[in-house]
């Protein structure tokens, strides 16, 4: 069975750090693209990274230079660090094979002192 688990969320505060994992079982990612999306309460869900199975990387505008997306697909997971928290980070993040509506259940981040 298809299936993509995220996990890290948690709580940090303005300025900290935090590490998403996207695990995927019952296929191998290496030949998908993957993406990182998030939606905040209220507001429709936005795409954070994306990252080809070339290794190419794309980032929305809000979070380059502090976000970045890999893949080891020896762990079959992909990631996404994060840096500089803000509090309008907050959101559910999710992961989904891109071209499919296969999306994980996603995790809770939330940047708040």
């Known amino acids: 069975q298809l299936q993509l688990v995220e996990s890290g969320g948690g709580l940090v505060q303005p300025g900290g750090s935090l590490r998403l994992s996207c695990a995927a079982s019952?296929?191998?990612?290496?030949?998908?693209?993957i993406g990182w999306f998030r939606q905040a309460p209220g507001k429709q869900r936005e795409s954070v990274a994306l990252?080809?199975?070339?290794?190419?990387?794309n980032y929305a505008d809000s979070v380059k230079g502090r976000f970045a997306i890999s893949r080891d697909n020896v762990k079959n997971t992909v990631y996404l660090q994060m840096n500089s928290l803000k509090p309008e980070d907050t959101a559910v993040y999710y992961c989904?094979?891109?071209?499919?509506?296969?999306w994980g259940q996603g995790t809770q981040v939330t940047v708040s002192s």
């Open positions: 989904k094979i891109l071209g499919t509506t296969y």
């Open positions: 019952g296929f191998t990612l290496d030949y998908y693209n």
């Open positions: 990252i080809s199975s070339r290794g190419d990387t």
